[in-house]
């Protein structure tokens, strides 16, 4: 019991912490998820971090939200989710509140912006690293297939600015048929 | 009346949003300025503005805002919950789902052709942030880079790579030192 009280505690203090300082978007707060979920309590592997992150991509709502409820019922089953959802929810919430009074001073004010710009530049190396270590992943299975996929949906993605739900679609689609043609080439050998 | 006419707008706009926090923005829009004229357009503006500068999902600081705004506090969380209701069902669903299906092979081969994807999606979200920190005066050229946000950001990353530092702390340092150069100027 007290294990398990000390396993909630760890979830609500790590989902309120991440989410009070995901400035910009869902896909932020997934890096940032994967380093402490993965790298530093070992709650899960890297491969599924990236399966719940498909999941959450593809569901309806806010990107943070969804992963918080999969990242915390993986951890703690439904009452981890709640209490993940609660972590990821609060911080926003309390903040926002604050400053719906008197917004226009903190909107206005010079040095919070530079202090945003300057936030920006570490958000874009957090970003950077955990791409470039989940890249090479990737691309150390050698499986063509993958990569192919890697690039093609960065270039839809980013240059081309394709549907997100589009891309991910295609990319899952793509999965099932080789997995299909892989599983019937092993057969027939 | 009103609590109830702010849960269904905001869980309108929970259901209806795939692809992350731009995506929402338009419905958002649509809900606060068009339908129940809770926001006029410049204050619409003011909150995207908000919710870029505080962290969190575009939707949930929307709701907040605008629930804070027109009913209090009370307002403020049930515009919130209607906002993350969809999101609790459907994600429910699909994890109760996952956790135990996950080992099917037809269900592998998906996630297997989705990891490679989300990993791309994650470096474009990156590309977006970079373009904003490196060339926020518009347009991207060698004259109008940022060169102290890319001083920054090369130091973050080396950092990043050769300790296992926090990266809320990089975050935080980064942030402070853009303070400070601001002082400096």
């Given at each position: ?29 997934i ?10 309590l ?25 992963a ?13 989710a709640?209490?993940s ?14 400053l ?10 010079q ?36 990569i192919?996929?890697?690039?093609g ?13 589009l ?13 299909f043609?892989?599983r ?6 | ?7 269904w ?100 081969d ?76």
């Open positions: 019991m007290k294990k398990k009280l000390k396993l909630y505690l760890t979830l609500f203090t790590s989902t309120f912490y991440l989410s009070a300082f995901t400035f910009g978007g869902g896909y932020v707060i890096p940032l998820m994967k380093k402490r979920f993965v790298d530093n070992h709650w899960l592997e890297e491969e599924e971090m990236l399966n719940l992150t498909a999941i959450a991509q593809s569901s309806p709502g806010a990107v943070a939200v969804n918080a409820i999969l990242l915390g019922w993986r951890v703690a089953g439904i009452v981890g709640a209490i959802i609660l972590g990821t929810v609060l911080p926003p919430l309390l903040i926002l509140s604050a719906s009074v008197a917004y226009t001073a903190f909107r206005d004010n040095l919070v912006q530079a202090v945003l710009h300057g936030m920006q530049a570490g958000i874009v190396a957090v970003i950077a690293d955990v791409v470039w270590t989940m890249g090479q992943k990737i691309v150390a299975q050698k499986k063509a297939v993958s192919f996929i890697m690039l949906a960065f270039v839809a993605n980013c240059i081309f600015k394709v549907n997100l739900m891309i991910i679609l295609a990319c899952g689609a793509l999965g099932a048929l080789t997995g043609l892989d019937k080439g092993a057969k027939q050998e | 009346m009103i609590y109830l006419q702010l849960f707008s905001f869980f309108q706009v929970g259901l209806f949003s795939f692809g992350g926090g731009y995506a929402a923005m338009p419905l958002i829009q649509q809900q606060v300025v068009q339908h129940y004229s809770w926001l006029s357009m410049p204050e619409f503006t003011d909150l995207i503005t908000i919710s870029q500068m505080t962290p969190g999902p575009i939707a949930i600081n929307s709701a907040t805002f605008v629930g804070m705004r027109i009913a209090g506090f009370g307002g403020a969380l049930i515009a919130t919950l209607g906002c993350i209701l969809p999101s609790c069902i459907i994600v429910g669903a699909l994890a109760f789902l996952y956790f135990r299906y996950r080992g099917i092979p037809v269900i592998q998906v996630l297997e052709g989705l990891r490679p994807a989300v990993v791309a999606l994650i470096a474009a979200a990156g590309i977006t942030i970079a373009v904003s920190a490196f060339w926020s005066s518009g347009g991207i050229s060698l004259t109008n880079t940022d060169w102290k946000s890319m001083l920054l950001f090369v130091a973050a990353f080396v950092v990043l790579r050769i300790k296992k530092w926090d990266p809320i702390f990089i975050m935080v340092g980064t942030g402070a030192i853009g303070g400070i150069i601001y002082f400096m100027r």
